[in-house]
T-cell receptor
Framework: AQTVTQSQPEMSVQEAETVTLSCTYD???????LFWYKQPPSRQMILVIR??????QNATENRFSVNFQKAAKSFSLKISDSQLGDAAMYFC???????????FGTGTRLKVLA | DAGITQSPRHKVTETGTPVTLRCHQT?????MYWYRQDPGHGLRLIHY???????DKGEVSDGYSVSRSKTEDFLLTLESATSSQTSVYFC????????????FGEGSRLTVL
């Protein structure tokens, strides 16, 4: 069975500062995808970043980057130069090859302080 | 944006009544998913479909059924709604056969009184 754990229900960051959201996962598969999704107050789910397990290089998308530690089964999201618009719920998700099931964590609510 | 729409967007119903939520896509994706979102639980998979008439259960399938008679439509039915099914329901499409990511609808808020 696949599991995703987000141990930080809520985080705060000062505008322009850097924050890291944690995610750990468990799967017995060697081929899998990991994702971070953002859900602003509008409720729309937006893909932030994606990481394929076979890629050793950490994915980056502008101010968003991940620290993918495969052996530790850890997948943290770093947001640099935080902006007010980054305030949202962030969900970590896992899809393991052959399952076609996307498993989500419980989410971390990020507050950005002006 | 992926062409995916959910209906109704909001619904209030009473315990014991049947409810059907519809997910419609215009992207011809093979895989479609239904999730529910509840505080403290994140998104939990209810059912998913991997083709017309091909469906499978997710983590929280009890009390729900689904049908997919054509590629573009995926229906979620609560045969007899209960208060514990009050939630926000999301449909998603996509998966490995495409870019790997899921594209989500805007969600349907269901309240069961």
């Amino acid at each position: 069975a696949q599991t995703v754990t987000q141990s930080q229900p809520e985080m705060s960051v000062q505008e322009a500062e850097t924050v890291t959201l944690s995610c750990t996962y468990d799967t017995s598969e060697s081929d899998y995808y990991l994702f971070w999704y953002k859900q602003p107050p509008s409720r729309q789910m937006i893909l932030v970043i994606r990481q394929e397990a076979y890629k050793q290089q950490n994915a980056t998308e502008n101010r968003f980057s991940v620290n993918f530690q495969k052996a530790a089964k850890s997948f943290s999201l770093k947001i640099s130069d935080s902006q007010l618009g980054d305030a949202a719920m962030y969900f970590c998700a896992l899809e393991a090859s052959g399952t076609y099931k996307y498993i989500f964590g419980t989410g971390t609510r990020l507050k950005v302080l002006a | 944006d992926a062409g995916i729409t959910q209906s109704p967007r909001h619904k209030v119903t009473e315990t014991g009544t049947p409810v059907t939520l519809r997910c419609h896509q215009t992207e011809n994706h093979r895989y479609m998913y239904w999730y529910r979102q509840d505080p403290g639980h994140g998104l939990r998979l209810i059912h998913y479909s991997y083709g017309v008439k091909d469906t499978d259960k997710g983590e929280v399938s009890d009390g729900y059924s689904v049908s997919r008679s054509k590629t573009e439509d995926f229906l979620l039915t609560l045969e007899s709604a209960t208060s514990s099914q009050t939630s926000v329901y999301f449909c998603a499409i996509g998966g490995r056969a495409n870019t790997g990511e899921l594209f989500f609808g805007e969600g349907s808020r269901l309240t069961v009184l």
